[in-house]
């Protein structure tokens, strides 16, 4: 069984930063796209940054030059370094993973069960 822990969100004020983590555990071979989503109150889950397993990157337009997606393959981890937050940056914050696992192997989608951000302004 595989799961994804997030870690790091929190209160901050608008201006400030967050780093956020998602660690991925259980029987692994190797996990293609990583991803952080975020889901505010009565909207709709949207992608917030993806990054490759080759390291290739791309950002929601509202987040870009702001935020930070990155991962450390040994320890099946992803980042997401967020500065000059804004209160319209308030959400739940969910990490995506497409995970090889298991016997036989198998490639499937997981979720983390989120970690909320909130900023005041």
């Known amino acids: 069984q595989v799961r994804l822990v997030e870690s790091g969100g929190g209160l901050v004020q608008a201006g400030g930063s967050l780093r956020l983590s998602c660690a991925a555990s259980?029987?692994?071979?190797?996990?293609?796209?990583m991803a952080w989503y975020r889901q505010a109150p009565g909207k709709e889950r949207d992608l917030v940054a993806l990054?490759?397993?080759?390291?290739?990157?791309d950002y929601a337009a509202s987040v870009k030059g702001r935020f930070t997606i990155s991962r450390d393959n040994a320890k099946n981890t992803v980042y997401l370094q967020m500065n000059s937050l804004k209160p319209e940056d308030t959400a739940d914050y969910y990490c995506?993973?497409?995970?090889?696992?298991?016997?036989?192997?198998?490639?499937?989608?997981?979720w983390g069960q989120g970690t909320q951000v909130t900023v005041s302004s």
């Open positions: 259980g029987s692994i071979r190797g996990i293609n796209d």
């Open positions: 995506n993973a497409d995970v090889v696992a298991g016997a036989p192997l198998t490639l499937l989608n997981y």
């Open positions: 990054i490759t397993n080759i390291g290739s990157t």
